[in-house]
């Protein structure tokens, strides 16, 4: 499956989550062009892309995140998700769907050592000017943002722990969807 290019982009002001960027203490968003279509792009669709048949690697990833945090009491993936559908809260791989608008769906989690949330965010392609000439100015675009707020030492820990994988993780997979959603469309 080709990997499209992923960069690193600015804050999206149209984000529902545009309060929070302040208070946050680690924050991070990546855009992807994605194909055009003859319909509308829906956030959540887009959402279960990026997040549908993880790579072996991040698999073993969680596994171990799991395994290590369990020590410290903290929530394993399986428990999130299972939360949530206990509670009636759809959810997009594990993660709980906490509100979906016409361009964006939000998901997320608050646990002991962190709250986070994952924005996946539908708009118009915010390349440069030297790319409108190519038309691709005209696309959409998918931006994939996650804030984090931690609560003291133990949530700064895990991010600074986690921060190289996290990267890693969300430009690989968002890399994937532009290829995902034309396979689909097929």
């Not at 549908?52 to 903290?74: C, N």
């Not at 646990?111 to 440069?128: K, T, V």
Request: proline share 5%.
């Amino acid at each position: 499956m080709p990997l499209a290019a992923v960069r690193a982009v600015a804050l999206p002001s149209e984000s529902k989550l545009r309060s929070s960027y302040k208070s946050a203490y680690f924050i991070d968003a990546y855009a992807v062009t994605i194909p055009p279509q003859s319909g509308q792009y829906k956030p959540e669709t887009l959402a279960r892309a990026l997040f549908s048949e993880p790579p072996a690697w991040f698999s073993l990833l969680m596994w171990i995140r799991d395994r290590v945090m369990s020590i410290f009491g903290v929530k394993s993936s399986t428990e999130i998700q299972a939360a949530a559908e206990t509670k009636g809260i759809d959810t997009i791989s594990i993660f709980p769907i906490i509100s979906r608008a016409e361009n964006e769906i939000i998901m997320g989690e608050n646990d002991s050592h962190l709250d986070f949330q994952i924005s996946i965010l539908i708009r118009e392609n915010q390349l440069s000017a030297a790319s409108k000439r190519d038309n691709i100015i005209k696309s959409k675009e998918i931006v994939a943002m996650t804030v984090v707020h931690c609560h003291g030492f133990f949530g700064k820990a895990y991010i600074m722990i986690i921060k190289a994988f996290h990267t890693m993780i969300v430009k690989y997979m968002l890399a994937r969807v532009p290829d995902k959603i034309t396979a689909d469309d097929h």
